[in-house]
């Protein structure tokens, strides 16, 4: 599995866009980057993935760097319920996700 | 809505105990996963199994077994609880990498 480098934390501010960022140089060319989130008191969910374009949801926006060696994930607007640890994972997914520590995510009101 | 279910939240246990953590998904996925969670080590992986009666060892499979006898259903099996078992444990289904948890159960051993 590749590496991942997050910050251990970040602080934003409520209605501010966020910007994570994760270096993953050892990547594969066969791994997807995958982004999870962690909520205090639950399990991961799955907030965004993508391969080597720019990905849009719901949820959040995932820049892949052209060489695919870092992503951001972003946020567009911070609420307080976006506070949560964010994994990014490259995988493929077949033999489980590997969780790293991941960036703890604080929002201020 | 998709789902995973662990059948219990909170679970307390004493030491030698055999012990049975349920999980059962609704989605027909082939993949599931045991994760145990500790303050300072993240999620690491304990097994995980591909289909019905398969298993595979994870990180840190010493002193759990699992089993798998229903596509929806995957146990964590800890043959004697010990204290070191004491943990958070969540239960994930998946279709390539895109993953589904469960709630968690939270073991205490006395």
């Known amino acids: 599995d590749a590496k991942t480098t997050q910050p251990n934390s970040m602080e934003s501010n409520e209605e501010e866009p966020v910007h994570l960022p994760c270096n993953h140089s050892?990547?594969?060319?066969?791994?997807?980057i995958h982004w999870y989130r962690q909520l205090p008191s639950q399990g991961p969910e799955y907030v965004i993935h993508?391969?080597?374009s720019n990905v849009n949801n719901r949820m959040a926006s995932l820049a892949i760097a052209e060489d695919r060696k870092s992503s951001t994930l972003i946020l567009h607007r911070a609420t307080l319920r976006d506070a949560a640890v964010y994994y990014c994972?490259?995988?493929?997914?077949?033999?489980?996700?590997?969780f790293g520590k991941g960036t703890h995510l604080i929002i201020q009101p | 809505d998709v789902k995973v279910t662990q059948s219990s939240r909170y679970l307390v246990k004493r030491t030698g105990e055999k012990v049975f953590l349920e999980c059962v998904q609704d989605?027909?996925?082939?993949?599931m996963f045991w994760y145990r969670q500790d303050p300072g080590l993240g999620l690491r992986l304990i097994y995980f199994?591909?289909?019905?009666?398969?298993?595979e060892k994870g990180d840190i499979p010493e002193g759990y077994s699992v089993s798998r006898e229903k596509k929806e259903r995957f146990s964590l099996i800890l043959e004697s609880a010990s204290t070191n078992q004491t943990s958070m444990y969540l239960c994930?289904?998946?279709?390539?990498?895109?993953?589904?948890f469960g709630q968690g159960t939270r073991l205490t051993v006395v």
């Open positions: 994930a289904s998946s279709l390539g990498g895109l993953a589904f």
């Open positions: 050892t990547i594969s060319g066969t791994d997807y």
């Open positions: 993508g391969l080597t």
């Open positions: 994972i490259p995988t493929r997914g077949a033999d489980g996700l590997t």
């Open positions: 989605m027909d996925h082939e993949n």
């Open positions: 199994s591909y289909d019905v009666k398969m298993k």
